[in-house]
């Protein structure tokens, strides 16, 4: 399967046991440096599946790019990730002692992906879409009406912009075959809001499911956070309940859990099936630090520093 992500590649700097902070300065249990972002996520988690995988990107012409750079080409992950006079993005992600994450982006380069296009979108299976800047999505929407026929599978994972503006959305939501959201999402695409913590039950994820649904043989992926998730097809949806294991990081578990999903679904899998081995996925991540399981972000060997000689 050729699978292709579009979207972010950032550093995180993921710091983990946080608690509340009674001074200046706070001892932690860990700080470390890890590849992520939405795309980069997606992509070491379809090649860990066994898809062929194409990340489309943009990074800085900095020594954080080039070691996201090659980290993707170790895991023999193709990066189209053109040099922006901008830097690399990065994110401070803070862990409390119950796993759930909290992040500060500076989103850098990572805001221009698709300034140059996006080559080789039509040998794509599955064109899989994170969240994009509203520059980086309308050049998507150019990129996609340049082509003699649509992908075959065009999945879209909204980040905060563009759920800012569900307007700005709507090109690329049309277009969808799969969105994938989660409830707080969802309601906020059906102009209603969802109290922190508040559980949606599955009977209720179907109803926002289907508010969603823009056209006819377009789904929906719905995750519910310790609940489970719900697919939707327009006619009928299925659930599947959350995978109890200990919770040591939050982040990164909706891109491994909508990744996997998609996957398997894009291979034919039904949607229990799918669903199952998302939340198989979705349980491995949420019991690491990061976001993904690259492990740190370090240099190769022979990787040197932009100038170093």
Same mark, same amino acid.
């Given at each position: 399967?050729?699978?292709?992500?579009?979207? !972010?590649?950032?550093v995180?700097?993921?710091?983990?046991?946080?608690?509340?902070?009674?001074?200046?300065?706070?001892?932690?249990?860990?700080?470390?440096?890890?590849?992520?972002?939405?795309?980069?996520?997606?992509?070491?988690?379809?090649v860990? @599946?066994?898809?062929?995988?194409?990340?489309?990107?943009?990074?800085?012409?900095?020594?954080?790019?080039?070691?996201?750079? !090659?980290?993707?080409?170790?895991?023999?992950?193709?990066?189209?990730?053109?040099?922006?006079?901008?830097?690399?993005?990065k994110?401070?992600?803070m862990?409390?002692?119950?796993?759930? %994450?909290?992040?500060?982006?500076q989103?850098?380069?990572?805001?221009?992906?698709?300034?140059?296009?996006?080559?080789?979108?039509?040998?794509?299976?599955?064109?899989?879409?994170?969240?994009?800047?509203?520059?980086?999505?309308?050049?998507?929407?150019?990129?996609?009406?340049?082509?003699?026929?649509?992908?075959?599978?065009?999945?879209?994972?909204?980040?905060?912009?563009?759920?800012?503006?569900?307007?700005?959305?709507?090109? @690329?939501?049309?277009?969808?075959? @799969?969105?994938?959201?989660?409830?707080?999402?969802?309601?906020?695409?059906?102009?209603?809001?969802?109290?922190?913590?508040?559980?949606?039950?599955?009977?209720?994820?179907? !109803? @926002?499911?289907?508010?969603?649904?823009?056209?006819?043989?377009?789904?929906?992926?719905?995750?519910?956070?310790?609940?489970?998730?719900?697919?939707?097809?327009?006619?009928?949806?299925?659930?599947?309940?959350?995978?109890?294991?200990?919770?040591?990081?939050?982040?990164?578990?909706?891109?491994?859990? !909508?990744? %996997?999903?998609?996957?398997?679904?894009?291979?034919?899998?039904?949607?229990?099936?799918?669903?199952?081995?998302?939340?198989?996925?979705?349980?491995?991540?949420?019991?690491?630090?990061?976001?993904?399981? %690259?492990?740190?972000?370090?240099?190769?060997?022979g990787?040197?520093?932009?100038?170093?000689?």
């Open positions: 399967m050729q699978f292709t992500t579009i979207g !972010a590649a950032v995180d700097i993921v710091v983990a046991q946080v608690r509340p902070l009674l001074s200046a300065k706070q001892d932690v249990d860990h700080i470390g440096l890890y590849a992520g972002g939405g795309a980069v996520n997606a992509a070491l988690n379809a860990a @599946l066994g898809a062929h995988v194409t990340v489309h990107a943009c990074v800085g012409g900095d020594l954080e790019g080039g070691l996201l750079r !090659a980290l993707l080409q170790r895991y023999n992950i193709r990066p189209i990730m053109p040099e922006h006079e901008l830097p690399t993005g994110a401070v992600v862990v409390d002692a119950q796993g759930a %994450a909290r992040a500060y982006a989103r850098g380069a990572s805001t221009w992906v698709g300034e140059h296009g996006f080559a080789g979108l039509e040998q794509a299976d599955v064109v899989y879409v994170t969240g994009l800047s509203l520059e980086s999505q309308a050049w998507l929407v150019q990129a996609l009406k340049r082509q003699a026929k649509p992908p075959a599978r065009l999945v879209i994972t909204p980040g905060a912009r563009q759920l800012a503006q569900p307007g700005a959305l709507e090109p @690329l939501w049309q277009q969808a075959d @799969l969105l994938c959201v989660n409830a707080h999402e969802a309601a906020l695409l059906c102009g209603e809001a969802l109290a922190d913590g508040e559980a949606v039950a599955p009977e209720q994820a179907r !109803a @926002l499911a289907a508010r969603l649904v823009r056209r006819d043989g377009q789904a929906i992926l719905l995750t519910l956070g310790r609940q489970g998730a719900l697919y939707f097809d327009g006619q009928q949806a299925c659930f599947h309940a959350a995978l109890s294991v200990e919770v040591v990081s939050t982040i990164g578990a909706g891109d491994a859990h !909508a990744s %996997a999903f998609v996957y398997a679904w894009a291979d034919g899998a039904s949607p229990a099936t799918a669903l199952e081995q998302a939340a198989q996925s979705a349980a491995r991540v949420i019991q690491v630090i990061p976001a993904n399981l %690259a492990g740190p972000l370090r240099p190769a060997v990787l040197r520093a932009p100038g170093s000689g």
